[in-house]
């Protein structure tokens, strides 16, 4: 288990240890040992989606700002998402104007998993994407799973 330097504010300390203790089921986090700013993470693709049996690989990076401002969080895994450009960036509100010094690291995570849980093709960044889901949703889905299995199946590991 990676330790946390004493030099970090107490909020980011206590947020980590919690991840590390009370891991949020279907993720981890894990902060690198050189930079406890920088999390690598793993997420499950959600049951009963089209990513199920998929494990993406995002980063996550607490900014200075820090509570002040929001993570910045990107998939590192290719993924096929309305919400998920091709460089990873996500389109979520509480990484962007909706964010709250209450939220936390845990909180992003599980909206990230939400995400993949119900994707939004009506706040898109993948514009094409949702086009695709909006006009024949069955056929979005499908490549979504064919993504899930080509870039994130477990075997590549």
């Known amino acids: 288990m990676a330790t946390v330097p004493g030099n970090l504010p107490r909020r980011i300390i ?11 089921q ?23 989606s089209p ?11 607490l900014p200075e700002e820090y509570p002040m401002s929001a993570p910045k969080v990107r998939f590192m895994t290719k993924i096929y998402h309305p919400n998920i450009d091709k460089l990873g960036r ?5 990484l962007k104007d909706k964010w709250s010094p209450a939220l936390q690291i845990r909180t992003v995570l599980l909206s990230i ?3 993949l849980s119900a994707p939004n093709p009506d706040d898109p960044l993948a514009n094409d994407v949702a086009e695709e889901w909006k006009t024949n949703e ?15 199946s477990s075997s590549d590991k």
């Open 26 to 48: 279907g993720i981890k986090a894990i902060p690198d040992e050189c930079n406890a700013r920088y999390f690598k993470v793993v997420v499950d693709g959600p049951k009963e």
């Open 90 to 94: 996500i389109c979520l509100d509480i």
């Open 138 to 152: 069955a056929q979005a889905i499908e490549r979504a799973r064919a993504w899930t299995r080509t870039y994130a």
């Open 51 to 61: 990513y199920e049996n998929g494990t993406f690989q995002l980063e996550l990076f």
């Open 14 to 24: 206590k947020e980590t240890q919690r991840l590390m203790t009370e891991p949020v």
């Open 113 to 115: 998993q939400a995400l």
